[in-house]
């Protein structure tokens, strides 16, 4: 049996394990976030909203809401430092990334695994063509290289430049590019170690491993904005 075939099936058995356990761990902060959102702005508690998953399906991750209840649907298709839409507990959820937790179930369900790549918003299907539809043979994860160097990716929207254009034709390019290096050649333990690493970024305990990324990073998204007319980035 192909050895990349046989560690992707093991990966896919640990997840759903790794997402139980890490949803009875969590519990106490889990119902620490549900009553805070409820106190501040009631229900719903959860975001759900469809998204692209391995081989082009669609499924509905899950998200603690971060946005007021009466911020308008039909808003952008991308978060930004300063969001309007933001409610106080929402702030805190988005700089620690914890309305990221219910994706667990997400996990447990076989939609997404722990390490894979972020799953996109139906708003920008359409950036799956070329070589970039090859993204798509992967079950989208929570954690991964991308998510990690893209850690503080509302930094990155530049004043005066459409917040969705720029996502589709510069972050996306440059989070797909980090993606296809990685997951062709994975391995339990390569995933294991940028499980941690997305872990650390997150709670904001950063290396040279980490800071060289990120300055790399910001290079290929500078590199990629100055080929955009009338665009500037930094």
């Given at each position: 049996m192909n050895r990349s075939l046989s560690a992707r099936r093991l990966i896919t058995g640990l997840d759903g394990v790794v997402a139980v356990f890490l949803i009875l761990f969590l519990l106490p902060v889990l119902a620490l976030i549900v009553l805070a959102i409820c106190l501040e702005d009631g229900s719903p508690i959860f975001y759900r909203q469809p998204r692209v998953a391995q081989h082009g399906r669609q499924f509905v991750l899950y998200k603690f809401r971060k946005f007021r209840v009466d911020a308008s649907s039909n808003g952008s298709a991308v978060t930004l430092?300063?969001?309007?839409?933001?409610?106080?507990?929402?702030?805190?959820?988005?700089?620690?990334?914890?309305?990221?937790?219910?994706?667990?179930?997400?996990?447990?369900?076989?939609?997404?695994?722990?390490?894979?790549?972020?799953?996109?918003?139906l708003a920008f299907a359409d950036c799956f063509h070329g070589q970039y539809r090859e993204l798509l043979q992967y079950r989208p994860g929570i954690l991964g290289p991308a998510q990690t160097l893209?850690?503080?990716?509302?930094?990155?929207?530049?004043e005066g430049q459409d917040p969705e254009d720029f996502y589709r034709e510069v972050l996306f390019p440059a989070k797909a590019g980090i993606d296809l290096a990685y997951y062709p050649v994975r391995s339990l333990r390569s995933d294991c170690a940028w499980a941690t690493r997305c872990c650390l970024a997150v709670l904001g305990m950063t290396g040279p491993w980490q800071r060289a990324g990120v300055a790399n990073t910001i290079r290929i998204v500078t590199e990629f904005g100055r080929s955009l007319p009338n665009h500037r980035v930094g």
């Open positions: 430092r300063n969001d309007e839409r933001f409610t106080r507990v929402g702030r805190i959820l988005e700089r620690t990334k914890l309305d990221e937790l219910p994706q667990l179930w997400n996990v447990v369900n076989g939609d997404m695994s722990i390490v894979g790549p972020r799953p996109e918003s893209f850690r503080n990716e509302s930094a990155f929207y530049p």
